[in-house]
C-alpha cells in the first residue's frame, strides 16, 4: 500500500490564484481529513469527511473547499489564495473507531504534506 | 476555548537518557489522547494512545501517562537514540458523533545530543 498520497509537495502561488491539493488514499478509510500546519504550531482541522458524498468543516474552513466522490480522494479547493494561507498542508485519513477490531482506533496516517507558499 | 497545550517547546537529551515530553489538556469530556512523532518534512507518525479508563500504557521504548485530575499527559520515551530527535505532538480526541476529529497541540522538539 502506498497509504496517503498527496500532490503537489510544493507550490507558489499568486495572491487571488486557485488551485487544487490532491489526497489519495488505497488503505479503504471511510474518514480522511485536510489539516494546515503553521511554522512552530500544530495542526489545525480544515475539513474532513466521514464517506464518499460527506463533508464538513472544521476548526479552519474559510478559503478552502473540498469534495469526497470516491473513497479514495479527498481534494482540497483554495480558491482565492492570500498570504494567510501560506502553510503546509496535511491529508489524513483514518478508520472509523471500532472498525479494526483494537480498543483504541483513532489514529491518522498522515501523507507527507503539501507546501504552499501564497505571495 | 478548550485547547491542548505543551509545557516546553525545545528538549535537548543526551543520548541513551530518558526522555519526558509533558502535555496538558483542559477539555474534561476527551476520552483519548494520542501522541504523534513528526521527524523533518514529514507527516506525524502515530506513537502511542491512550483512553481516559487508563492511567499507564506502554509500547516499545514508550510509555504514556495520563493524570485526569491534573489533565496532564506524559510521554515517556527509555534510552533516547538519535532517531527520536524530531517534534513530538500530544493530541485528544473531542466527542462527537462521527469521526476521528484530533485536536493538537503546539508540539516539543527534541534533540538528542551524541
Known amino acids: 500500500n502506498a497509504g496517503v498520497t498527496q500532490t503537489p509537495k510544493f507550490r507558489i502561488l499568486k495572491i487571488g490564484q486557485s488551485m487544487t491539493l490532491q489526497c489519495a488514499q488505497d488503505?479503504?478509510?471511510?474518514?480522511m481529513y485536510w489539516y494546515r500546519q503553521d511554522p512552530g504550531m500544530g495542526l489545525k482541522l480544515i475539513y474532513y469527511?466521514?464517506?464518499?458524498?460527506?463533508?464538513d468543516k472544521g476548526e479552519v474552513p474559510n478559503g478552502y473547499n473540498v469534495s469526497r466522490s470516491t473513497t479514495e480522494d479527498f481534494p482540497l479547493r483554495l480558491e482565492l489564495a492570500a498570504p494567510s494561507q501560506t502553510s503546509v498542508y496535511f491529508c489524513?485519513?483514518?478508520?472509523?473507531?471500532?472498525?479494526?477490531?483494537?480498543?483504541?482506533?483513532?489514529?491518522?496516517?498522515f501523507g507527507e504534506g503539501s507546501r504552499l507558499t501564497v505571495l | 476555548g478548550e485547547s491542548v497545550g505543551l509545557h516546553l517547546p525545545t528538549l535537548s537529551v543526551q543520548e541513551g537518557d530518558n526522555s519526558i515530553i509533558n502535555c496538558a489538556y483542559s477539555?474534561?469530556?476527551?476520552?483519548?489522547f494520542i501522541w504523534y512523532k513528526q521527524e523533518s518534512g514529514k507527516g506525524p507518525q502515530f506513537i502511542i494512545d491512550?483512553?481516559?479508563?487508563?492511567d499507564k500504557r506502554q509500547g516499545q521504548r514508550v510509555t504514556v501517562l495520563l493524570n485526569k485530575t491534573v489533565k496532564h499527559l506524559s510521554l515517556q520515551i527509555a534510552a533516547t537514540q538519535p532517531g527520536d530527535s524530531a517534534v513530538y505532538f500530544c493530541?485528544?480526541?473531542?466527542?462527537?458523533?462521527?469521526?476521528?476529529?484530533?485536536?493538537f497541540g503546539g508540539g516539543t522538539r527534541v534533540l538528542v545530543k551524541p
Open positions: 489524513a485519513s483514518s478508520y472509523p473507531s471500532g472498525q479494526t477490531g483494537f480498543a483504541n482506533t483513532g489514529e491518522l496516517f
Open positions: 488503505m479503504n478509510h471511510n474518514y
Open positions: 469527511s466521514v464517506g464518499a458524498g460527506i463533508t
Open positions: 477539555n474534561s469530556a476527551s476520552d483519548y
Open positions: 491512550i483512553r481516559s479508563n487508563m
Open positions: 493530541a485528544e480526541e473531542q466527542a462527537w458523533a462521527a469521526g476521528n476529529k484530533l485536536t
